[in-house]
């Protein structure tokens, strides 16, 4: 299978992610949607790292899932803690921060 | 040969080394150690010295004016060219080149004011204890007198200009005290204001000076500047004796710097005598005379010397004669007396000792002219207005007799000491050579005729006459603490100043100092004659205006010359419309500058900067979800940016 298909892929799985972070409201789908276009990227250097038979996109692709890791730890530590006070997961209630 | 001999000595004398003090002059910082301990524990000391500080205050002058005489006993011991002494105190300022020592310096010129400033000091503190007796802020009284004491003591023992300085400055705060002494009268305090703020123009002219005598001979010593004056350029000594000559003006209340004088009556009388006679005002002689070699070598400055004074003498004079608040009246004379002084000085070398002559006799009967007027006051319920006197001299006899002794001394009588110190000024005046000579004789004479009509007037109108005084006026002698005082002065002025000029003691005594020998004592001019006979007009004139005459209650209506002397010769008009208004426009223009221009520009700048982060503002909505689409637009935008790059 040539290496365009799998970077055709990590660009179809990038714009859903990004339009999913755009269009939800729920702080939940925005964090699963955000972990899709990180992927989608890793998917995107572990196929370029293939084509020119370099090794240092697959370990790009490792610090980008530790990194995604922490991420998901802290954000779901603050998306509970926005729920427990205000009973909704959705982004646009938490608009107190503002001008 | 006599006369080379007399030529060299002259010569001679100016270079006169300053000889390191041996004995008792060694202590000469007890001088101002004594009333500055007095200014300090009264000032410091609180409730707790209420009940004695009027008696500390008093001995501290009085340790001042014993150890002052026998410094001048020490003195008297010296041969004549030895009796220049200096002490040395500490270091104060080492700059570089710039080195100022805070020296005492015990000449003949500054003994005479030392013994002046102690003596006279004394007695009006002495009165002070009786005047002030019911006042309840006494102690700080004489803590600022002796304050005063202690800077005036300053500016005439100091060695060096700077030092000088120092004391000058001292004179101008304390004055400012205790002419606002009273401050809760809101005269007072705008009279302590205006003295505080006229002299500072003095002052400015002073520190000018001094700054320019160290950047012409590189010392503000008294040794370094008359070493070689010569050495600078005329006009640089010019300068520096104009500029000396704003000082003295500022001090000694002289055109155009009078103003504040007749103001400063409204301190208590002990400080109008205080001012007047022993410290203050005396200070701007002693400036010129001790500055002698600057001037020596500048003619035109000489010159403005004896113009300012010829005319403040006339000023002072005239606006004396028609003043009805006693006080004025007789600041009115201060005013001309120290014109006479300034005239004498400008005359040179030869009128140095009759300035000082002028001076002492001045202390003497000025004090007691002002003590006089405050015993009077302490009888009248603080009145001031000699229409609401009158027949005084039937209630109050030592008042009377010692005012009486003061008068014929200040006008010139004979035996008095004015006679011999005026004269002498005078007789200078006219041959100070040429037509300036003349005229600056004429206008001393003419002061003297006004002297003898105003202080005429005077008496007339407080001691003469009939009573009129107010329904609750008990006059009554004031007690022995306050006639005693008045009375030494009162021999003082009798005896002291013709004993001084008989002879030309003062004249051979500062010798060394002035550069200038007497050539052969002369007591009977011809001008001390055509004097005398004014003064005997003068006093007949005004015999027939208020002794013959009833002095009316209330000043009656008056015609150009009264009413302008009344008005101080429009003194204070011409400061307000020459300097106070145009200071006022300049003040307002630059305000309108600074709200308008200034202020202007910067505040279009932020209100332009705050209107647009006001509207920048609304981008923060909030929303997370329209900074994600931001930040999404932001990474196209850039990633788009690096293709097209790339391309």
């Known amino acids: 299978m040539s290496p365009g298909n799998f970077v055709a892929l990590a660009v179809i799985l990038f714009v859903i992610g990004a339009v999913g972070v755009l ?40 610090f980008v899932m530790v990194v995604a890791a922490a991420e998901v730890v802290v954000g779901l530590a603050i998306l509970m803690a926005i729920f427990r006070t205000r009973r909704s997961a959705s982004v646009d209630d938490a608009s107190l921060l503002k001008y | 040969m006599t006369g080379s001999l007399a030529v060299a000595t002259t010569v001679a004398a100016h270079a006169e080394a300053t000889l390191p003090a041996v004995g008792v002059q060694r202590a000469a910082w007890l001088l101002l150690v004594f009333p500055l301990f007095g200014a300090v524990v009264l000032l410091l000391g609180g409730k707790r010295t209420d009940r004695w500080g009027h008696l500390l205050g008093v001995a501290m002058p009085l340790a001042a004016f014993a150890y002052a005489l026998i410094a001048f006993a020490a003195m008297l011991g010296y041969p004549a060219g030895q009796r220049s002494r200096s002490v040395q105190l500490y270091s104060w300022i080492t700059a570089g080149a710039f080195k100022v020592n805070v020296g005492l310096q015990l000449d003949q010129l500054s003994i005479c004011f030392v013994l002046l400033i102690t003596g006279v000091g004394s007695l009006i503190h002495i009165f002070s204890v009786g005047y002030m007796a019911h006042d309840p802020g006494r102690r700080r009284f004489f803590g600022y007198m002796n304050l005063f004491l202690a800077a005036m003591l300053l500016l005439v023992l100091a060695d060096n200009y700077l030092v000088l300085y120092a004391g000058w400055e001292g004179v101008g705060l304390a004055s400012y005290l205790l002419i606002g002494f009273w401050q809760y009268k809101p005269t007072a305090a705008v009279a302590a204001k205006k003295a505080f703020i006229a002299n500072r123009v003095g002052d400015a002219g002073l520190s000018l000076a001094i700054m320019l005598m160290f950047t012409t001979f590189g010392s503000v010593t008294f040794g370094g500047v008359f070493r070689h004056p010569g050495a600078a350029s005329p006009g640089v000594l010019t300068a520096i004796g104009l500029l000396l000559l704003l000082g003295a003006c500022g001090k000694s209340a002289q055109l155009p710097l009078q103003s504040w004088l007749l103001d400063a009556m409204e301190g208590p009388t002990p400080v109008s005598a205080l001012i007047h006679a022993a410290t203050m005002v005396t200070a701007g002689v002693y400036l010129i005379v001790r500055s002698g070699p600057i001037f020596d070598l500048s003619p035109d400055a000489r010159l403005a010397v004896s113009i300012v004074g010829a005319a403040t003498l006339l000023f002072g004079a005239i606006i004396s004669c028609a003043k009805d608040d006693i006080k004025k009246a007789l600041a009115g004379s201060t005013m001309s007396q120290i014109g006479y002084m300034m005239l004498a000085a400008g005359i040179g070398p030869a009128g140095y000792p009759f300035a000082i002559a002028l001076l002492l006799a001045h202390g003497f009967f000025k004090a007691g002219l002002f003590l006089g007027a405050g015993s009077i006051m302490h009888g009248m319920n603080d009145e001031v207005d000699m229409r609401r006197y009158g027949g005084l001299a039937a209630v109050m006899r030592i008042t009377t007799l010692t005012f009486g002794a003061c008068y014929l001394a200040i006008i010139g ?11 002498t000024v005078i007789d200078a005046a006219f041959h100070s050579g040429g037509t300036g000579g003349w005229i600056l004789g004429i206008c001393a004479v003419i002061g003297a005729g006004l002297t003898a009509f105003y202080m005429t007037r005077v008496m007339l109108m407080t001691f003469a006459g009939k009573r009129r005084w107010d329904e609750n006026a008990h006059p009554h002698e004031a007690p022995p603490v306050m006639t005693w005082p008045v009375i030494l002065l009162a021999v003082g002025a009798v005896g002291f100043g013709a004993w001084e000029i008989l002879g030309d003691r003062l004249a051979k005594f500062l010798g060394p100092v002035s550069g200038y020998t007497p050539p052969e004592p002369a007591v009977f001019s011809t001008s001390g004659i055509v004097v005398l006979a004014l003064a005997v007009v003068a006093i007949a004139l005004a015999w027939a205006m208020y002794g013959r005459r009833p002095v009316p209650g209330t000043a009656p209506a008056a015609r150009f010359p009264v009413t302008a002397a009344r008005r101080d010769l429009y003194g204070d008009a011409i400061n307000e419309s020459l300097l106070m208004r145009p200071g006022q426009w300049i003040t307002r223009l630059s305000v309108y500058f600074d709200n308008r221009g200034v202020d202007g520009l910067v505040n279009t700048v932020a209100a332009v900067i705050g209107g647009t982060s006001g509207r920048m503002r609304r981008l923060q909505t909030g929303f997370v979800r329209s900074y994600a689409l931001s930040m999404f637009l932001g990474g196209v935008l850039l990633v788009g940016a690096l293709l097209l790059a790339r391309i």
Request: charged share 10%; glycine share 6%.
């Open chain 1, 23 to 62: 269009v939800r409201r729920n702080a939940m789908v925005i964090f699963m949607c955000v972990e899709l276009m990180l992927n989608a990227v890793n998917l995107a250097f572990v196929a370029f790292a293939r084509m020119h038979g370099n090794l240092s996109g697959q370990v790009i692709a490792f």
């Open chain 2, 413 to 423: 009588i004979p035996p008095f000491s004015g006679f011999f110190a005026k004269d």
